[in-house]
């Protein structure tokens, strides 16, 4: 029996004192030498001068360093009961399921997307054709929740789900509303499912951490946040704000149309814009931090529109035009990750100055970026990681043909006559997801 895939050794012809064998599950037996070449251990822990002994571990392993679960070189078994290796196999268990999860979210956000940027199409539209919506009568002659009438009070100065729960119940007989106010729930359940608290990582994390606080370790176990794929949670807070935005700006329309008294406060929502830009800044998220500024000016000038006391020169005015030069500066330092994004600046700068409503539409080049993560879904060109571990796509055969900037932390990516840039890694294991998904 071979027992050394190196050297095509027999059991008999190893010297077991000098390099002992080791039976996995499967039965086979493998020389100690062949397992640790196998699993790269060299990667992983620190060897003496002689390259024999392990004498500490190496400070981290990167996210996605490893390729996959190795398996017996004879049968192709798993090899992760070999306490030996338990290190190296948990972190590729980690990665796999960490892919795993950025398949999932991506199929799951990709349709949401579209069926925003239709609400928002669908709710200007009807804006603009029905001007009193609130009036006692729907176009289908349904009657409309007497809780709206003219000359009436609607307070909104509560949280967002409040405000959205407060819509639901006015215009309980509206179905344009409804149907709009179930997709922000869905949205809401998708941005809940994608949060840092429910990704892979950060759950053993927390059963580790739980594990030692009742054994009586007090030491913290390091954070790797790196591991967290934060895009999609980022993807989902600005498509929360897109469809509470939309909602709660057709509503007030429809207020000031009927003469509805309403007491607004944003506050919760510029808090929310606040903390999205802070988390883009750390994340190196350029285009979702200028979606967090868009918004933090947009709910300022949609409130201004019912008070009184936001007139130019005002503190939450001031702020407002910071957001937008911000938003303005990062257009012009991050031209193909803001692509687009200079008109909606400008757009937002109209509404504030004049506090005239306005249904920011999803701009053509966000559209196509959302068509080719479709595509890419569907199987066509080929996925990526960037030097930094982010996942992307080359679309048409999969070869690159020109160069551009990771869209999650601007690091180079593509590269020119089929030549990939220096760090770039073919994401075998990410085609692999998605084309067993069969969409």
Known sequence: MVVDYIEMLTYGEVNLDANPCIVPDCGHIITLENLDELMSMKEFYEYDERGETITGIKSSSEPFSISGQKNCPSCRGPLRNINRYSRITRRAWIDEATKKFIVWANAKFVPLAAQVKALEEKLKSYTQTTRSPLSPLTSSGSQLSPLIFLGSHVDFTNDQGDQIQRVRTLTERTEVFQ??????????????????????????????????????????????????????????????????????????????????????????????????????????????????????????????????????????????????????????????????????????????????????????????????????????????????????????????????RCPQCGSMVGGERHQLVEGITRANDLEAQFGALRV
């Open 179 to 404: 149907s709009a106010i179930r997709l922000r729930f869905t949205v809401r359940r998708f941005f809940d499912q994608v949060d840092k608290k429910q990704q892979p990582f950060s759950q053993i994390y927390d059963l580790v951490q739980d594990a030692r606080r009742h054994r009586g370790i007090q030491h913290n176990m390091a954070w790797m946040p790196d591991m967290l794929q934060l895009r999609h949670r980022l993807l989902a807070s600005v498509m929360l704000m897109r469809s509470d935005y939309a909602i709660l700006a057709t509503f007030l329309a429809s207020c000031k149309d009927n003469k509805v008294k309403v007491n607004v406060n944003f506050s919760h929502q510029r808090k929310d814009c606040v903390a999205l830009v802070n988390e883009c800044q750390a994340r190196d998220q350029p285009a979702n931090k200028v979606e967090g500024h868009l918004f933090f000016a947009r709910f300022i000038a949609l409130e201004r529109g019912f008070t009184d006391s936001m007139p130019e020169g005002s503190a939450p005015m001031i702020s407002a035009h910071q957001h937008l030069d911000e938003a303005e500066a990062l257009c012009i330092r991050y031209p193909e990750q803001t692509a687009g994004m200079v008109s909606e600046v400008n757009d937002a700068r109209t509404m504030l100055r004049d506090s005239t409503f306005y249904m920011p539409v999803s701009n053509e080049e966000k559209a196509q970026v959302y068509a080719a993560m479709a595509a890419d879904f569907r199987g066509t060109g080929h996925w990526y990681y960037c030097a930094n571990g982010h996942p992307f796509t080359i679309g048409e055969c999969g070869a690159p043909m020109q160069r551009s």
